[in-house]
């Protein structure tokens, strides 16, 4: 099998792209696979550290600020379109593919699209509990729309060849008990809090946790796991003026976090955005979390998110126009008291989980080339 993999912009586009090829790379050792994403994009780092051949466009996101800059980006994005149509019709003259695979995201678009001009099947996953603009545009040609739950499905015609698969997951995220993650990272027993704020970072989230690290090392309360992201370099000095050891015992205070496995078995409470892969190893491994879903995404998608978790009383949530450190602090210890809320919500995050998603992706795989 010939397949391409399409999707970017952020790691929640891409790595279910790679999740998925990671299995069709385990059943097809054969198989020839190609990702293609944009060029410099995140994707490209990520494709070319799991093994795959990359391809990169050039494309790029429309801006939606009423401004000058603004509309100086859209025009550069549609001349991006149309030279990203052009390398997508060359990358497909070569490749040859059987068939292609969209996960969202902008660089996804064009391959797609060119795809679906010349009769080559194509099948699309929407991560989110509200579709993009992307999903609903491709849906109309895609073989497959594959959906991570229920509440994604009424935003497609009932006719549409619509299927729930969940979202498929990098690693086996169940490989480590609470007390294995905590022995590995050195924590005591003491109980563990893991934020984080997207690769990028989250100004707002920082400066809130800054102040919840301030206040639970003072008083002695718990180990705390966070990452700061690209832009949030500034973290760590913040902690120093706060007279706090970035590096004391019980802290891990980092950019990024690359072995989200371990982290997320030692946490015993999440403080994070409403990305749908986080929440989707959010209820692989049943945490009680504290949601901020980000309010610069498309469509507000990451609110839809957090409420389809809160509506079961699964998470708890906070907007980020409300979030204050002292709030986030309230919360977090209101949490960790109440060991019955933390049972509950871990019980109704395992009856959302979907542990097979990657397999049933692969078979719809199979069942579209046949």
């Given at each position: ?82 030279l990203?149509?052009r ?54 040609k ?37 007390h ?12 563990t809090?893991l ?20 206040w639970?090392v ?17 973290f ?29 078995a ?105």
């Amino acid at each position: 099998m010939r397949i391409i993999f399409t999707g970017g912009g952020t790691a929640g586009h891409i790595n279910p792209a790679l999740a998925v090829a990671e299995i069709v790379r385990k059943n097809q050792p054969d198989s020839k696979i190609l990702y293609v994403g944009a060029k410099g994009g995140m994707e490209e780092g990520l494709a070319a550290e799991a093994g795959f051949d990359f391809r990169g466009i050039t494309i790029s996101g429309f801006s939606r600020k009423f401004s000058f800059s603004g509309l100086k980006k859209n025009i550069i994005t549609l001349k991006n379109i149309f030279l990203a149509g052009r390398e997508c019709k060359k990358i497909l003259d070569e490749f040859k593919p059987d068939i292609c695979m969209g996960t969202g995201g902008y660089a996804s678009g064009p391959l797609l699209k060119e795809a679906g001009k010349r009769g080559i099947p194509y099948i699309i996953h929407e991560q989110n509990a509200f579709p993009g603009i992307t999903t609903k545009i491709l849906s109309k040609k895609a073989k497959k729309v594959m959906l991570a739950s229920n509440t994604a499905s009424k935003y497609f015609d009932k006719c549409r060849n619509v299927v729930v698969t969940g979202n498929p997951l990098r690693g086996k995220m169940k490989d480590f008990t609470q007390h294995e993650a905590k022995k590995i990272l050195g924590l005591d027993s003491r109980p563990t809090v893991l934020s984080f704020g997207g690769s990028l970072g989250a100004r707002k989230i920082n400066e809130s946790v800054a102040e919840l690290i301030e206040w639970s090392v003072k008083n002695g309360k718990y180990n705390h796991l966070h990452a700061y992201g690209k832009y949030g370099t500034w973290f760590k000095d913040l902690l120093l003026k706060k007279g706090i050891n970035p590096n004391g015992h019980g802290l891990y205070i980092q950019e990024y976090i690359n072995d989200m496995p371990v982290r997320m078995a030692a946490a015993d409470v999440v403080v994070c955005r409403a990305g749908a892969i986080t929440l989707s190893e959010i209820e692989a491994l049943g945490k009680p979390s504290i949601l901020i879903p980000s309010p610069n995404v498309a469509e507000n998608h990451q609110y839809h998110n957090a409420m389809e978790l809160v509506n079961l009383n699964a998470a708890d949530i906070i907007e980020e126009k409300d979030l204050t450190g002292g709030l986030l602090i309230n919360k977090v210890e209101m949490l960790m008291e109440d060991e019955n809320l933390r049972k509950e919500y871990t019980k109704n995050l395992k009856k959302l989980s979907v542990t097979d998603a990657g397999e049933k992706i692969y078979k719809v795989i199979c069942d579209s080339v046949k």
